[in-house]
C-alpha cells in the first residue's frame, strides 16, 4: 500500500522559484504563474503510477518525477489551476487516500545568519542552483520533512518579501531551503516560510 507523504498545491509560482526550477528540473519546465503540485510517495516506485494517472487525468505538464530508495516525488503544473487540482484527485483516487492523510510537515531546522562573511557566501554560491548571495547579506536557511513541502515554503516566502531563491531541494528525507537578501526582507521572508509549512495540516507520522 503506498504511503502519501506529501501532497501541496501552490496556487501561483513566483518568478524565482519558478526560474530556479528551470535550472534543476529534466521535465517540461514551468513559468512563472502557473499553478504546481508536489507529491511524494513511498514506496518510491509508486510515483511512476501516480504519474499515469495524473497525465491521463487532465492536461497538465510533469517538470520533475524523482525515484530514490525510499521516496518518489512528483511535480506538476499547469496554467489551469483546476487542472492541476484534477491531477492531484486522480492521485489520490489511484492511492485511495484522501488530501490530509499526507503527512503533517516538520521543521526541523530555521536558522538566520545574518551579515555573511565574503568566504561564507563562496562556499554557498559555489553549489546553489538559484540566485547568489553577497557579502553582508543575511542567510536564511530551512530545513522540513518531508521534503516536498520545501517547495511552498521558497514560493510563500518570495510573495512575502525581496529576497532572492539560493537552493531548493524538494526530495529526499529532508527537504532545504536556501534563502539570502537583506535583513528587513528576511525577517520578513523566513516568517513567511515557517508559517507556510505550520498551516498544512496532515497526519502524524514518520517523517
Do not use: W
Amino acid at each position: 500500500m503506498s504511503e502519501l507523504r506529501c501532497y501541496v498545491f501552490i496556487d501561483s509560482l513566483q518568478p524565482q522559484f519558478a526560474s530556479f526550477l528551470g535550472t534543476v528540473a529534466q521535465g517540461f519546465l514551468p513559468v512563472p504563474g502557473q499553478a504546481s503540485l508536489f507529491v511524494e510517495v513511498a514506496p518510491g516506485m509508486d510515483i511512476m503510477r501516480v504519474t499515469d494517472a495524473a497525465l491521463k487525468a487532465t492536461d497538465v505538464r510533469p517538470g520533475m518525477m524523482i525515484i530514490e530508495r525510499l521516496y518518489g516525488m512528483l511535480e506538476l503544473h499547469s496554467d489551469s489551476q483546476a487542472d492541476v487540482r484534477q491531477a492531484g484527485l486522480a492521485i489520490l483516487d489511484l492511492l485511495n487516500l484522501k488530501e490530509e492523510e499526507r503527512i503533517k510537515p516538520e521543521i526541523t531546522s530555521s536558522q538566520v545568519i545574518r551579515n555573511i562573511h565574503d568566504y561564507h557566501t563562496q562556499l554557498i554560491n559555489r553549489t546553489r542552483h538559484g540566485d547568489m548571495i553577497v557579502p553582508g547579506q543575511s542567510l536564511y536557511v530551512l530545513e522540513c520533512a518531508p521534503a516536498g513541502y520545501a517547495a511552498i515554503a521558497a514560493n510563500e516566502a518570495e510573495k512575502a518579501a525581496n529576497i532572492n531563491v539560493l537552493e531548493v531541494r524538494a526530495f529526499g528525507s529532508f527537504g532545504r531551503v536556501l534563502l539570502g537578501g537583506e535583513e528587513r526582507d528576511i525577517d520578513v521572508g523566513y516568517r513567511a516560510a515557517e508559517q507556510a509549512i505550520e498551516s498544512i495540516s496532515g497526519r502524524k507520522g514518520k517523517a
